[in-house]
Structure formats: C-alpha cells, structure tokens
C-alpha cells in the first residue's frame, strides 16, 4: 500500500470515528430510532451486544455507572480495543505484541468471555 493510499485510509477511517462518535453523543439511542437489537426482538433474551449503544451514549456523557448497567462487558473491553487498535497501528515497529494480540490464546479467551457473558447476562438479567 502506498503512503498516499494509508493517509487517505487513516484520514477516512479518523473521520468515520468522528462521525460515529458525534451521532452517539448528540441523540440518545434510548428514545430515538437506532437499530434494535434482532436477537432480542425474536428469541427475547439478550446478546453480548445489547445495550452497548446505551452504554456508549452514556459513557460518552461521563455516566460511568448507568454505561455499566447497561453493558458491562463493553467498558471493560474498552482497554482491550484500545491495546488492539495499537498493535495494529504499529505492527511493523512491535511485531510480537501485534502477533501475541492475534494469537489464538487472546482470540479463544476472548470467545470464552463473551460466550460466558451471553450466558450469564441471560440468566441472572444484567
């Protein structure tokens, strides 16, 4: 990939985030009509993902603890998601924490987590 083609990609990328983030902080995904989650909608029991909107709107308004209630999972990703975004940004320059990152051990964890959490957020009603 040229250099020209990866400032374009970075740009692009910078602005679609800006974007992302600025119609989350400015409408509240509660009351307006974002995507509704369809596994709720048909099977009525909650994915890993739901309510991470809610959450992101929340935490993006600095409510740390109504972002928890709504998914607890998302925050403590967040770490996690901020490590890989760096790892993929520079690979070249740190190949074994971009190679460990991607590891099966990371990815299997990760899958274990999140199985463990659809499970559990279902049964106890988090």
Known sequence: MTRNARLTL???GIVALASFLLIYASFDPAHNPFPR??????????????????????LMHGNLAQAWHYNSILIL???LLALLGFGSLYKNRYPR??????????????????????????IFDW
Request: charged fraction near 5%; aromatic fraction near 12%.
């Open 97 to 122: 924490l971009y190679n460990r990152l991607n590891g099966s051990t990371v990815i299997w964890t990760v899958f274990a987590i999140t199985i463990g959490w659809w499970i559990l957020r279902n």
């Open 37 to 58: 989650c369809i596994f709720l909608s048909l099977s009525g029991l909650k994915c890993p993902g739901c309510g991470s909107q809610r959450a992101l709107h929340a």
């Open 10 to 12: 970075y740009i692009g």
């Open 77 to 79: 990703s967040l770490p």
